[in-house]
């Protein structure tokens, strides 16, 4: 492969093309529920596809990362002064392409094997207004994230309280592209006001979609012995605001069936 097609829905299994069309009713809408944040999907890329976008994609991008990192503040356990009153920030370390702006290298090298062109392709969004179940606005954020050895996201929630578009919700979408040398990696998220769910992420074309905000984080990478320098994992990252109530056709990604004009279901 040297090219990203120009739609992702060309990636798509039989599967992931029925729920793409929003024929597979176990999978449409289903984060609409106020309880469900967050589902993973496996068969809806196709495994073969996937490969070869990932090794694409670390071809043209691995080159044009840059690093990521917020540790723990030096001061988190000296500057507490009661006990059992800890606060930990969000804490990371990974690699990022930066995909906002054209100047930067990652745009350019993004931009010539056709990634930008498929994350912004109207498929793209689509799956994600679909298995979310909302009206969507367009203009989404995209990103790809490289995670190596050790690499990891702490405890967040996503929450974005100060931004009025965002403050009652938004959709993300991954897609993880991930390399031989990667054992296992896995995101833990909240249930009933605890963190015991579950799931691994350190697939080759699977898709995990989010109701955000919600309590979570990324176990840190752990590569198989010996074979670190290909211990990778890609993720190819949609951000999608709710549309504002009453938008304008033209101006939203809809589920299929779904009214062009709705007002956007309330945060539970």
């Not at 024929?23 to 996937?50: E, I, M, W, Y």
């Not at 988190?76 to 606060?87: A, K, R, V």
């Not at 033209?250 to 539970?268: I, K, L, Q, Y």
Request: net charge positive; hydrophobic share 40%.
């Amino acid at each position: 492969m040297k090219r990203f097609p120009k739609e992702f829905a060309d990636l798509l299994t039989p599967k992931g093309r029925r729920i793409l069309d929003g024929k597979d009713t176990s999978v449409a809408g289903v984060l609409l529920d106020p309880v469900r944040r967050f589902v993973s999907l496996a068969g809806v890329v196709d495994a073969a596809k996937a490969a070869a976008c990932r090794d694409l994609l670390d071809g043209a991008l691995r080159e044009t990362l840059v690093p990521m990192e917020d540790p723990i503040p030096h001061d988190s356990i000296s500057g507490m002064t009661m006990n059992y009153m800890e606060l930990l920030p969000k804490t990371v370390r990974v690699r990022t392409a930066l995909l906002e702006s054209r100047r930067t290298r990652s745009w350019k090298a993004a931009e010539q094997v056709g990634l930008v062109a498929m994350m912004h392709s109207e498929t793209f969004a689509a799956f994600a207004a679909v298995v979310s179940g909302r009206t969507l606005r367009r203009g989404w954020g995209i990103q790809a994230l490289c995670y190596g050895p050790g690499d990891y996201s702490g405890p967040h929630n996503d929450h974005h309280p100060e931004e009025e578009e965002a403050r009652d919700g938004y959709v993300d979408m991954h897609l993880s592209l991930t390399m031989p040398g990667v054992d296992h990696q896995y995101l833990v998220y909240e249930k009933d006001g605890h963190l015991t769910e579950m799931t691994k992420v350190s697939t080759v074309g699977g898709i995990t979609v989010y109701r955000l905000p919600f309590w979570h984080y990324t176990t840190p990478l752990l590569a198989r012995r010996g074979a670190e320098a290909s211990s990778r994992r890609w993720v190819l990252l949609g951000t999608f605001l709710d549309a504002a109530p009453n938008a304008r056709r033209g101006t939203t990604v809809a589920p299929p069936g779904a009214p062009e004009r709705r007002v956007v279901a309330p945060r539970a």
